[in-house]
């Protein structure tokens, strides 16, 4: 499947909302309080599938902002969204930034989608700056939950997840770019429904209300298996 306008309306985003105070919005806030956190203000900040711009979009009054995607819609879709936020079509295998370029980089649900995912990996490290922070975001291989949906969880319903990798897979491509992990957390159960019978809503008051609260607190506490995604705050080494 390429990655044009259908695909913002298909297999995971098919019943997503955009809207303010869905899901989506929420999780991209939370991303955005990572980002602000952990990164210095009035750095340069990369997205890496910038998608249709609204991650990158919050973070313009904090950050000299950029984003890429190889989506040539979705960066069309994306300026019309953002102010100040350069964009461009590219791969996140084939950065076209100079080294040690950015202080942040961000790239969230896009590593599974790539046939060569270490190489990307690679790329961020070579264009973040020396102490410069990833923040990482990939379906949970290790989630306690994912037995219980089998061939229906999350992270399998997308042909397009080609590199689905277990955390430590993750955690040693990190590191062999020089970048330290910091923070290793999950997300929450989301992916409702989990039992039979029993109405969604009930559902997500029950598994996601962790997750709920960690994404609107902005706290990080969650345990790498409790959640269908695995999310990694790391640092890029200093120089010698």
Excluded: C
Excluded at 63 to 68: A, D, I, S, Y
Excluded at 121 to 136: F, H, N, T
Excluded at 149 to 171: A, F, M, V
């Amino acid at each position: 499947m390429s990655f044009d306008e259908k695909y913002f309306s298909t297999h995971t985003y098919q019943n997503v909302s955009f809207g303010k105070f869905s899901q989506y919005w929420w999780s991209n806030r939370f991303f955005a309080m990572l980002a602000r956190r952990y990164g210095h203000p009035g750095s340069r900040l990369l997205e890496v599938g910038s998608g249709l711009g609204h991650l990158v979009g919050q973070l313009e009054a904090d950050f000299q902002t950029f984003g890429v995607d190889v989506n040539h819609w979705a960066v069309a879709s994306s300026k019309s969204k953002v102010k100040q936020t350069a964009l461009e079509t590219a791969s996140a295998q084939d950065l076209p930034f100079a080294d040690a370029s950015f202080g942040v980089v961000i790239i969230k649900h896009i590593v599974e989608h790539l046939p060569d995912p270490a190489r990307a990996i690679r790329e961020i490290g070579r264009v973040l700056a020396p102490s410069g922070i990833l923040i990482l975001a990939t379906p949970n291989l290790d989630s306690l939950l994912r037995p219980w949906k089998g061939d229906q969880w999350i992270g399998y319903l997308d042909p397009t997840h080609i590199s689905l990798k277990r955390p430590d897979e993750w955690l040693n491509l990190m590191r062999s770019a020089g970048l330290s992990p910091l923070k290793v957390f999950a997300d929450g159960f989301w992916n409702v429904p989990y039992i039979r019978f029993v109405p969604n809503t009930i559902q997500k008051l029950f598994f996601g209300s962790l997750g709920g609260f960690q994404a609107i607190t902005g706290l990080v506490f969650l345990p790498v298996r409790w959640g269908e995604s695995i999310i990694v705050i790391a640092k890029k080494k200093s120089s010698q």
